[in-house]
């Protein structure tokens, strides 16, 4: 159900050492199908604005995951608009200052993962 996979990001959030200030909405489609989408700060005034689009049991439908840093620099945003054709992993990719790489779909969990491997290097 879709209200479980909400309460599972805001598990995730609430146990997050490094998430210093969020803004989160959730909206439930039916049963199985919502879209959260919001902001978190981080630790060192890093940003990640983000929007997932799922429905349970099936791949999500749209997603993006956009963080950058303290002077609002991209460090990395995860999406799989349909577009970067010519990527063997179309329609998911990852934007980086340096360019577009081939990208496996992400979800929260991994990029609020990516991200505290990012700031422990730092701190």
């Known amino acids: 159900m879709i209200s479980e996979y909400f309460e599972s990001i805001e598990e995730l959030i609430r146990n997050s050492d490094f998430i ?3 803004y989160v909405d959730y909206k439930e489609f039916s049963r199985s199908e919502g879209m959260v989408r919001g902001q ?9 604005e ?3 689009y ?3 049991g ?20 995860y ?8 990527i063997h992993s179309y329609p998911h990719h990852k934007h980086v ?8 779909e992400v979800g929260l969990e991994e990029v609020i ?7 422990s290097k730092q701190v």
């Not at 999406?79 to 010519?86: G, I, L, M, W």
């Not at 200052?97 to 496996?104: F, M």
């Not at 993962?113 to 700031?119: C, H, V």
């Open 50 to 52: 983000f929007m997932e």
């Open 79 to 86: 999406d799989n608009a349909a577009h970067h054709k010519d």
């Open 113 to 119: 993962e990516q991200i505290e491997q990012i700031i």
């Open 20 to 22: 210093m200030d969020r």
């Open 40 to 48: 978190l700060v981080f630790l060192g005034g890093y940003v990640l």
């Open 97 to 104: 200052p340096e360019g577009v790489e081939p990208s496996v």
């Open 54 to 56: 799922v429905c349970i």
């Open 58 to 77: 099936k791949e999500r439908l749209k997603y993006r995951f956009n963080f950058s840093d303290m002077k609002g620099n991209l460090v990395f945003r």
